[in-house]
């Protein structure tokens, strides 16, 4: 079953702008990641938020963690065109389970 | 560091033969190896789990005669996908793990992309 729902599927923003892509989730968890993906490619880690924490920071990644309304958001500020990508965020509770995805289109 | 490398990164075959996927940790020990498939604009979705010189562990729904995996050393795994049929054409994916990280560590590989005839 489908631990993680992201929103929007799709986001479509102009070159510079922010962008942000909430994650939901159902059961505890001992930490949420975040990856993205090239079109056809791998997975590239992006940012990790263990349970207890509620906010990272990483270049222009901002990752929030609500583990009481077992949410999650991943702000990218000052978008380029090569954030082009999809978007999943990923729970883990003894095993990684991935989200829907949000599909990133950054227009330059 | 942690790289994890698969080949091929895309095959297609006829229906009814097997296809194997390799996955390699290229600068590490792999203690334990994933596997997960995606279909075209869908999620990952795990299948299976494997620790270095034992049966995988499969997900519910995932046929463990179908997808056969060994992970016969510390730096490689293999899926074979026996019989293949047009509904198993999907990205292939796998990730390692090992021992210092955690299992909540995987380094993900490129992915394979099978295409059944």
């Known amino acids: 079953s489908q631990q993680g729902e992201e929103d929007p599927q799709a986001l479509s923003i102009q070159e510079g702008e922010n962008a942000t892509m909430n994650c939901s989730y159902k059961?505890?968890?001992?930490?949420l990641q975040w990856y993205r993906q090239n079109s056809g490619r791998g997975l590239v880690h992006l940012i990790l938020?263990?349970?207890?924490?509620r906010e990272k920071h990483s270049g222009r990644l901002r990752v929030t963690l609500d583990t009481s309304k077992k949410s999650s958001s991943l702000l990218i500020t000052a978008s380029r065109a090569a954030d082009t990508a999809s978007y999943f965020c990923a729970t883990y509770s003894e095993k990684l389970t991935f989200g829907t995805g949000t599909r990133l289109t950054i227009i330059p | 560091g942690a790289v994890v490398s698969q080949h091929p990164s895309w095959v297609i075959c006829k229906s009814g033969t097997s296809v194997k996927i390799e996955c390699r940790s290229l600068d590490f020990q792999a203690t334990t190896m994933f596997w997960y498939r995606q279909f075209p604009k869908q999620s990952l979705m795990l299948m299976a789990t494997?620790?270095?010189?034992?049966?995988?562990?499969?997900e519910q729904g995932v046929e463990k005669d179908k997808f056969l995996i060994n992970h016969a050393s510390l730096t490689l795994s293999t899926l074979t996908v026996t019989s293949a049929h047009p509904e198993d054409s999907s990205f292939y994916i796998c990730?390692?793990?090992?021992?210092?990280?955690?299992?909540?560590?995987?380094?993900f590989g490129p992915g394979t992309r099978l295409t059944v005839l």
């Open positions: 990730s390692a793990s090992w021992s210092g990280g955690g299992p909540d560590t995987q380094y």
């Open positions: 059961t505890s968890i001992n930490n």
């Open positions: 938020i263990r349970s207890n924490e």
């Open positions: 494997s620790n270095e010189g034992s049966k995988a562990t499969y």
